[in-house]
């Protein structure tokens, strides 16, 4: 079995200690169910998991050794310890030791003091005096007269943690909405340097995400004003963020959370910190394309545009949207990137569609209503007819904002009546071409695309 014990930070009350261990508890749910809490009062609690089972899916044994120990220094943890047992594992952290693989477990718990047990170092006092001060003189007396003589929790924890006895635990389980808070260890001034106690609650939200397949678009960073600070400076502040897609990345959460705070100024000294999931959704890790959807770094196209998008402002990025829309100026629009609205999916044409389109129509000439273009045109395919819009007002478009590609209608509408042929010219290749067909409307025709 692979166990691991974590011992977190020195807190200085018991409300810091409980909200310590619960956070721990939190983050090592993202790799197995099988955590539980070992409570001490008179020895330094520790949060204990079972990760034989978890192995495979974290990529072997040693990615996932790694990441543990890379990821509970950022948490604040004091000492992480690996072992076969839970009680070994715990023993072992307490002593200030972290590989109980290093030698047979026997070999190791012998050497250590009595103290790093708690049913044991409930009775150090009378073991001292009959000469015990490690966990293998205990193991040395008499069994008989060590099970009359101290209780039974001394022995059984004895035997739990040699790996003689099955361990039981009672174990955690995750909540249904995520709350967490931190207690800084010194006054912050400046927002920005917010983030380092932040970044401590953005892992737990992340480990929280991931033991429910979820991700965040919405998330609130909640902090309180120093006790010595001005009536007008308030009891502290919030900021939510919010992305456009539901993530449990913790390098684009923090960049987008630095991003924010870099806007914000504090009217006084904060000391303490809260952290809240707002929107949470199920997460679907999955791509049918065929194209990396991930730059060098790792970072994703979408979070680097909602990163730019944070800083310069929503309206300054944008991303083309597709919409079901027959006319060709307005099958697609541009919103803002970080913007959740559904894409569209616009509707599959049986008619060949050009490779470029024109910005605004071309007017060509003609004669004999027969169309020119360097030269006369030959119409290879068509007519397809188009007739769509006569409910479209102007103004009622996001593209309205940004320029038109085709004039309203006398009637205020963007109302259009087109045949589209497939034309081919001497000199200028194959081109998409049509002609108007409205009643109020000279007949003409436009120069609309160019196929490659």
């Not at 330094?44 to 998991?49: C, F, I, K, Q």
């Not at 800084?184 to 401590?200: D, Q, T, Y």
């Not at 400076?233 to 539901?246: C, F, M, N, S, Y």
Request: glycine share 6%; aromatic share 6%.
């Amino acid at each position: 079995m692979l166990w691991a014990a974590l011992l977190p930070g020195r807190p200085l009350t018991d409300s810091q200690r409980i909200e310590a261990i619960r956070g721990l508890s939190i983050w090592c749910l993202q790799f197995t169910p099988r955590v539980s809490v070992i409570d001490a009062p008179s020895l330094s609690s520790a949060v204990v998991m079972e990760l034989e089972a978890s192995v495979r899916l974290f990529g072997g044994k040693r990615k996932l050794v790694e990441r543990v120990k890379v990821e509970t220094q950022e948490l604040g943890v004091r000492q992480l310890a690996w072992a076969p047992t839970s009680l070994a594992a715990v023993a072992l952290a307490r002593n200030g030791q972290s590989n109980g693989f290093a030698k047979p477990l026997e070999a190791l718990l012998d050497d250590l003091p009595v103290e790093v047990l708690a049913p044991v170092a409930a009775h150090a006092a009378i073991l001292a005096r009959v000469g015990c001060q490690t966990l293998g003189q205990v193991r040395a007396l008499p069994r008989g007269g060590l099970s009359r003589r101290f209780d039974k929790e001394l022995v059984g924890a004895l035997d739990q943690a040699y790996g003689l006895k099955p361990e039981a635990h009672a174990w955690a389980t995750l909540p249904d909405r995520f709350e967490a808070k931190l207690e800084l260890m010194s006054r912050i001034e400046l927002a920005p340097a917010m983030l380092f106690g932040a970044r401590r609650l953005l892992l737990q939200l992340c480990a929280w995400l991931a033991a429910r397949r979820s991700g965040v678009t919405a998330f609130t960073l909640k902090w309180c004003h120093d006790a010595m600070r001005a009536k007008s400076a308030g009891d502290g502040g919030e900021l939510t963020v919010r992305t456009a897609e539901p993530t449990r990345n913790i390098e684009h959460l923090s960049r987008l959370l630095a991003e924010n705070l870099a806007k914000v100024e504090l009217l006084a000294p904060v000391g303490d910190l809260a952290m809240t999931a707002d929107d949470v959704r199920p997460l679907e890790e999955s791509s049918f394309s065929f194209l990396p959807e991930t730059l060098p770094d790792g970072e994703g196209l979408a979070l680097v545009l909602e990163r730019i998008a944070a800083r310069l402002g929503p309206e300054r990025v944008l991303r083309p949207v597709v919409a079901e829309d027959h006319r060709p100026e307005w099958m697609c629009h541009w919103q803002p990137a970080p913007d959740k609205r559904p894409r569209q999916v616009a509707r599959s044409l049986d008619c060949p569609q050009p490779t470029f389109i024109l910005p605004k129509p071309l007017r060509l000439a003609s004669r004999e209503s027969h169309p020119l273009y360097q030269g006369p045109l030959q119409l290879l395919a068509g007519p397809h007819r188009i007739e769509y819009g006569w409910f479209d007002r102007v103004g009622d478009r996001p593209c309205d904002r940004q320029g038109d590609a085709a004039p309203p209608t006398s009637s205020g509408t963007r109302h259009v009546a087109r045949d589209y042929f497939v034309a081919l010219s001497e000199h200028a290749g194959v081109l998409w071409i049509f002609q108007t067909r409205l009643a109020n409307e000279e007949s003409a025709w436009f120069l609309h695309g160019v196929f490659a």
